[in-house]
């Protein structure tokens, strides 16, 4: 079992920042990608940022150059600075672990989300 513990979640005023961080501990695999997608109310859940271990990254075309992926191997946790944040990225964002070179409908271990509000 993979356990996800996230934190840094909040409320910032459009354009501000936030960091958000999850630590992942148990039987973690090598060979994995970590990452965090989000949910708005009554929207889909989506893809923000992933990172595999070997730190290659994938980008929402939404967040893409406004927010940074980056893990620490060692320490099995990732983070995401959100920078020139936006009222649209408010959501329970929710942090990822897989396995590495699986099928797109395999989604492994979820954490239990932080709540993300953008507003003046």
């Known amino acids: 079992q993979v356990q996800l513990v996230e934190s840094g979640g909040g409320l910032v005023q459009p354009g501000g920042s936030l960091r958000l961080s999850c630590a992942a501990s148990?039987?973690?695999?090598?060979?994995?990608?970590m990452g965090w997608y989000r949910q708005a109310p009554g929207k889909q859940r989506e893809l923000v940022a992933t990172?595999?271990?070997?730190?290659?990254?994938d980008y929402a075309a939404s967040v893409k150059g406004r927010f940074t992926i980056s893990r620490d191997n060692a320490a099995n946790t990732v983070y995401l600075q959100m920078n020139s944040l936006k009222p649209e990225d408010t959501a329970v964002y929710y942090c990822?672990?897989?396995?590495?070179?699986?099928?797109?409908?395999?989604?492994?271990?979820w954490g239990q989300g932080t709540q993300v509000t953008v507003s003046s």
């Open positions: 148990g039987s973690i695999f090598s060979i994995n990608v």
């Open positions: 990172i595999a271990n070997d730190g290659s990254t």
């Open positions: 990822n672990l897989r396995r590495r070179w699986v099928g797109p409908g395999d989604f492994g271990s």
